[in-house]
């Protein structure tokens, strides 16, 4: 994904004179392009991810489209307040582009890894949040939501679907109908999801967008059901409160794979951590059918 955030923001500026890129010493070679062909307007601040989002803030309340970029627990972590107050609370439009959440960089240790991103920023109002599950879809959400004059945040993964879905911002994909439970995939878990339930009987919806969240299509999907599954590749938990207040006054029974509220103190791959925290097929297959028999 992050070639393709590359390619994307490249085409951008040679249209979008607004839009201005700043750098957290993170994608540095791979604007190195950029920073020749439009002098002023790409830039590197350095590690000083708060003072970088508060340039970010005046150049929005300035008429500019600014994109920062560096890693999730520095640009969100670090950056938090400078995200609430500058961009939030102003109401201000600006493009936070993040890699590296949740453990993508597991051989860097815990002091790399932020599942706790897409938690915390949700506490900010009017701030949206992309969790695209492949490089296509990047392109098409990123191309659709930038200057839309709100604070978005796009999560991009070193993991990627194999399949592109027809991504509309706002908006959930039906991925498979059913009868017995439907199962909510988040961004690049949709092939795991995919694989676990293709001998369910279940509904499959994938969001590649989790604010705005998409209610609509989870009453149609659950009139008939009481039975949720949802796989998130974040902390486990965090969009139960927007299924919740979709189905206000439903009693239905939920369920969720993701990342432990706990500190993974291990190093290898991020393959490794899935396996360890359970975020795999079979695991998946377990919950769900567990989910249906109860």
């Known amino acids: 994904m992050r070639k393709q955030f590359v390619n994307t923001i490249e ?49 929005a309340r300035a008429g500019l489209v600014p994109v920062v970029h560096t890693i999730a627990p520095f640009l969100v972590e670090r950056a938090y307040e400078q995200i609430k107050v500058d961009l939030g609370y102003q109401k201000l439009g600006c ?20 599942p706790g991103d897409v938690s915390i920023l949700q506490n900010i109002p009017g701030l ?57 995939a988040i961004g690049p878990v949709l092939d795991k999801v995919i694989d676990a ?14 604010v705005p969240f998409d209610e609509e299509i989870l009453v149609r999907s659950l009139k008939t059901k009481l039975k949720i599954l949802v796989v998130e590749p974040f902390y486990s938990g965090t969009i139960s409160h927007l ?27 991020a393959e490794d951590h899935d396996l360890a925290v359970g975020l795999t097929i079979e695991n998946i297959k377990k919950n769900l059918k567990d989910l249906i028999n109860a």
């Not at 990047?138 to 399949?163: A, I, V």
């Open 243 to 269: 299924i919740l207040n979709a189905l206000p006054h439903r009693s239905i029974m939920m369920s969720n794979i993701g990342v432990p509220r706990e500190f993974l103190r291990k190093y290898g791959t």
């Open 128 to 184: 949206e949040i992309v969790v695209p599950g492949n490089q296509s879809e990047f392109d098409s959400l990123f191309r659709q939501s930038y200057s839309n004059g709100n604070p978005t945040y796009y999560r991009l993964s070193e993991r990627s679907n194999k399949k592109y879905n027809d991504v509309v911002f706002g908006k959930a994909n039906l991925i498979q109908t059913g009868t017995k439970a439907t199962v909510v």
């Open 11 to 59: 085409s951008l500026l040679a249209i979008d004179e607004r839009l201005v890129l700043l750098l957290g010493d993170i994608g540095v070679f791979g604007f190195r392009n950029s920073f020749v062909n439009y002098p002023g307007r790409v830039m590197n601040v350095g590690i000083l991810e708060q003072s970088t989002v508060g340039v970010a803030a005046g150049l």
């Open 197 to 210: 339930t293709k001998d369910f009987d279940v509904d499959v919806l994938y969001y590649s967008t989790i």
């Open 95 to 114: 493009n936070l582009v993040s890699v590296g959440g949740s453990y993508d960089y597991a051989a860097l240790g815990c002091t790399h890894h932020c």
